[in-house]
């Protein structure tokens, strides 16, 4: 040896440092070199041919490698090594790749669109693609599967009567295009027809509404120019109400004064019976045939007597009442005084009635008339309500055993306007109430209410 060169020697070191490096990195798998990472634990059903060593694949790019391949239960655990720098959403897909013929196999993850990540030591599920057997069996199950059908496909064409009647079918096929045609013509002339139709309805429908909406306007206008005589109408219909009501209660059934009435129409129904025969007697005692007119008159005061019995009934049959509100704008720009005066009438037996009322009297004048049906619960109404058409209803809370009722009223002004109330009612007859009007200015007020 000490007859070498220098230059052997050097080159006998180097060949055998290398050898040594090269059998290192085959030992170990070059993980010493391999960059560092956290590590995941996949669970497959079939390892497919991953050992320690193999690469991992994270979208394609290389992004770590297998730790080691274990057996557990009924499954096989994959431990790999992902590079720090590398976040594995937890919507990830592990997929073992067999590597074809010729490849190695590998783990590659598909990344998920979640924003959590894997931490280190998660345990994920994974699965294998199917091999080149798995692959071969699916073509052969699939070539069988072909043959069947072309197999029934051939005894179908070989049966005569199939045959006969595919010709036909192909023969009656033009007729019967030629008829799905003219059915699609008339179907078309038929939707032609209809949007002309629906074209004229909508036109009618427009000169309908432009006619409500001039209509709309002339009563508002007659209202506005006669609101001072509506007040005074309004306050002589209360009056007189006052007064039927009154009469109604003398005629009340129940009532010392009905009753005497009533036996007094019977007494004078009685004496005028016994007139009649006493002046009949008169009659034939003092004048000749023909001449007699007392009985005649005496019939006619019986007849009068008894249409004034019926008229009595039929005023009986009526129910009317009213309301009074009188109430301050405590909100907005004004605090006016105004008032809402309001008659209902209707059968006595019947939930339906008429309401007729002034609205916002002194501050926004506005006139009601609208059909009404009144419940156990409370009541609904609609028609020409606060100068628009509109509608509203009232929650009479006292079915629960409180003297509060709510209620919603919205008329088509100005794209739509309501008001909410709410009425405390202290005895049968007064009640306070606050009201909020949902307009420009949302107006609020509350005031005092008196019902008749």
Same mark, same amino acid.
């Given at each position: 040896?000490?007859?070498?060169?220098?230059?052997?020697?050097?080159?006998?070191?180097?060949?055998?440092?290398?050898?040594?490096?090269?059998?290192?990195?085959?030992?170990?798998?070059?993980?010493?070199?391999?960059? *560092?990472?956290?590590?995941?634990?996949?669970?497959? /059903?079939?390892?497919?041919?991953?050992?320690?060593?193999?690469?991992?694949?994270?979208?394609?790019?290389?992004?770590?490698?297998?730790?080691?391949?274990?057996?557990?239960?009924?499954?096989?655990?994959?431990?790999?090594?992902?590079?720090?720098?590398?976040?594995?959403?937890?919507?990830?897909?592990?997929?073992?790749?067999?590597?074809?013929?010729?490849? /190695?196999?590998?783990?590659?993850?598909?990344?998920?669109?979640?924003?959590?990540?894997?931490?280190?030591?998660? =345990?994920?599920?994974?699965?294998?693609?199917?091999?080149?057997?798995?692959?071969?069996?699916?073509?052969?199950?699939?070539?069988?599967?072909?043959?069947?059908?072309?197999?029934?496909?051939?005894?179908?064409?070989?049966? @005569?009567?199939?045959?006969?009647?595919?010709?036909?079918?192909?023969?009656?096929?033009?007729?019967?295009?030629?008829?799905?045609?003219?059915?699609?013509?008339?179907?078309?002339?038929?939707?032609?027809?209809?949007?002309?139709?629906?074209?004229?309805?909508?036109?009618?429908?427009?000169?309908? =509404?432009?006619?409500?909406?001039?209509?709309?306007?002339?009563?508002?206008?007659?209202?506005?120019?006669? %609101?001072?005589?509506?007040?005074?109408?309004?306050?002589?219909?209360?009056?007189?109400?006052?007064?039927?009501?009154?009469?109604?209660?003398?005629?009340?059934?129940?009532?010392?004064?009905?009753?005497?009435?009533?036996?007094?129409? *019977?007494?004078?129904?009685?004496?005028?019976?016994?007139?009649?025969?006493?002046?009949?007697?008169?009659?034939?005692?003092?004048?000749?045939?023909?001449?007699?007119?007392?009985? %005649?008159?005496?019939?006619?005061?019986?007849?009068?007597?008894?249409?004034?019995?019926?008229?009595?009934?039929?005023? @009986?049959?009526?129910?009317?009442?009213?309301?009074?509100?009188?109430?301050?704008?405590? %909100?907005?720009?004004?605090?006016?005084?105004?008032?809402?005066?309001?008659?209902?009438?209707?059968?006595?037996?019947?939930?339906?009635?008429?309401?007729?009322?002034?609205?916002?009297?002194?501050?926004?004048?506005?006139?009601?008339?609208?059909?009404?049906?009144?419940?156990?619960?409370?009541?609904?109404?609609?028609?020409?309500?606060?100068?628009?058409?509109?509608?509203?209803?009232?929650?009479?809370?006292?079915?629960?055993?409180?003297?509060?009722?709510?209620?919603?009223?919205?008329?088509?002004?100005?794209?739509? *306007?309501?008001?909410?109330?709410?009425?405390?009612?202290?005895?049968?007859?007064?009640?306070?109430?606050?009201?909020?009007?949902?307009?420009?200015?949302?107006?609020?007020?509350?005031?005092?209410?008196?019902?008749?």
């Amino acid at each position: 040896m000490s007859g070498l060169s220098r230059e052997l020697k050097v080159g006998i070191a180097t060949f055998v440092a290398l050898l040594l490096l090269g059998g290192l990195v085959f030992v170990t798998g070059g993980k010493w070199w391999r960059q *560092k990472g956290y590590e995941i634990e996949v669970l497959l /059903e079939d390892a497919s041919g991953l050992k320690s060593g193999s690469p991992v694949y994270i979208s394609g790019v290389e992004g770590g490698y297998v730790i080691g391949v274990y057996l557990i239960p009924a499954r096989a655990s994959v431990k790999i090594s992902v590079r720090e720098e590398y976040k594995i959403p937890i919507d990830s897909s592990f997929i073992v790749d067999r590597g074809g013929l010729l490849g /190695e196999a590998n783990l590659k993850i598909y990344r998920g669109q979640s924003e959590e990540y894997l931490s280190p030591g998660s =345990t994920v599920n994974g699965k294998s693609q199917p091999g080149m057997d798995e692959l071969i069996a699916e073509v052969r199950t699939n070539l069988q599967i072909m043959e069947e059908i072309f197999s029934r496909i051939k005894e179908i064409m070989d049966d @005569q009567e199939v045959w006969g009647a595919f010709r036909k079918a192909s023969i009656d096929l033009p007729h019967l295009v030629a008829d799905v045609r003219v059915a699609m013509q008339r179907l078309s002339n038929v939707t032609d027809q209809g949007k002309a139709f629906l074209e004229g309805v909508q036109a009618d429908v427009d000169v309908l =509404t432009k006619r409500w909406s001039s209509l709309s306007g002339t009563i508002e206008g007659v209202v506005k120019e006669n %609101s001072e005589n509506l007040r005074m109408t309004v306050t002589k219909l209360r009056s007189s109400v006052e007064r039927i009501d009154s009469i109604i209660t003398d005629f009340d059934v129940d009532g010392e004064g009905g009753k005497d009435l009533r036996r007094a129409v *019977k007494g004078l129904g009685d004496a005028t019976q016994s007139l009649t025969e006493l002046a009949r007697n008169l009659d034939a005692a003092l004048f000749e045939d023909g001449e007699g007119k007392l009985p %005649s008159l005496l019939e006619d005061v019986t007849k009068t007597t008894s249409q004034a019995s019926e008229l009595l009934e039929e005023v @009986q049959s009526y129910r009317i009442s009213g309301k009074t509100f009188v109430h301050q704008v405590t %909100s907005g720009e004004d605090e006016e005084l105004m008032m809402d005066v309001g008659l209902d009438i209707g059968k006595v037996n019947s939930p339906w009635f008429l309401r007729l009322a002034g609205e916002d009297l002194g501050y926004d004048d506005a006139f009601t008339g609208a059909f009404g049906y009144r419940a156990r619960w409370g009541e609904l109404w609609g028609g020409y309500v606060h100068g628009d058409l509109g509608g509203g209803a009232l929650w009479d809370m006292k079915t629960i055993g409180l003297p509060l009722a709510l209620s919603w009223q919205w008329w088509d002004e100005d794209g739509g *306007k309501w008001y909410v109330q709410g009425e405390w009612r202290v005895t049968d007859h007064w009640g306070l109430f606050y009201r909020r009007y949902e307009d420009d200015d949302d107006t609020e007020s509350v005031g005092v209410s008196y019902r008749f």
